[in-house]
């Protein structure tokens, strides 16, 4: 099993362009999140799915839009981006949300926006 | 709101040192508690986790954390840190009753120095 992976690793934006980051999982999961790693402040919340055709915001969903149409991915996009959301980019996944679940998490995606 | 709160945000080590690192939330309900490691160039992994039962929880690696419910605590500590253990360690909690959604702490960064 791959687990989570991450498309792309990293990526470059000018202020105003949009981009669409593609989360996969092998897991059967039913429960996809994506979150946002900055200095000091651990990972936020950004849109999480608690399954297939289901979305729903975060701590932090300004400026984020998802999708989950299949259930194995989960589409993070982007469409004016700003340099506030230069970050790292973490998708999770959970097999359910029941008391204790383990979120499983991907790689990253550094995006970087000038 | 919820918080979790990591007093400590950079620790230096030598090997063979003790270590403990604090975790404080300011939930008064059920909680369930997680410690994650993110190592260099990594995805976070998860370390241990507390949803019941004994309050002192073994993890991966030799690490152990103490859930302290009338201090609000889940520390964790390990008796004799490696060179390997350097990485970033995050707090993380869910309420019971929330589904499986992570507040995370800022992190803590610890070097373990050879």
């Known amino acids: 099993n791959a687990g989570v992976t991450q498309t792309p690793k990293f990526r470059v934006l000018k202020t105003g362009q949009s981009m669409t980051l593609l989360c996969a999982q092998d897991m059967n999961h039913e429960y996809m999140y994506w979150y946002r790693q900055d200095p000091g402040m651990g990972l936020r919340l950004i849109h999480y799915s608690v399954g297939e055709g289901t979305t729903a915001k975060g701590e932090v969903p300004d400026g984020y839009n998802v999708s989950r149409l299949k259930k194995q991915n989960f589409l993070l996009g982007l469409e004016s981006a700003a340099p506030s959301q230069t970050s790292v980019y973490f998708c999770?996944?959970?097999?359910?949300?029941?008391?204790?679940?383990?979120?499983?998490f991907g790689p990253g995606t550094r995006l970087t926006v000038l | 709101a919820q918080s979790v709160s990591q007093h400590n945000h950079h620790v230096i080590l030598s090997e063979a040192a003790s270590l403990e690192l604090g975790c404080n939330y300011s939930?008064?309900?059920?909680?369930?508690l997680f410690w994650y490691v993110q190592y260099p160039g990594q995805h976070l992994q998860l370390l241990l986790k507390?949803?019941?039962?004994?309050?002192l929880v073994k993890g991966i690696k030799g690490f152990e954390a103490e859930f302290i419910k009338s201090k609000f605590s889940f520390n964790l500590r390990k008796p004799s840190v490696q060179w390997s253990d350097t990485a970033e360690y995050f707090c993380a909690v869910n309420r019971g009753n929330a589904g499986n959604m992570l507040t995370f702490g800022g992190g803590t960064r610890l070097m373990v120095k050879p």
């Open positions: 507390y949803f019941s039962g004994d309050p």
């Open positions: 939930y008064g309900g059920t909680v369930n």
């Open positions: 999770a996944s959970s097999r359910l949300a029941g008391v204790g679940d383990t979120q499983y």
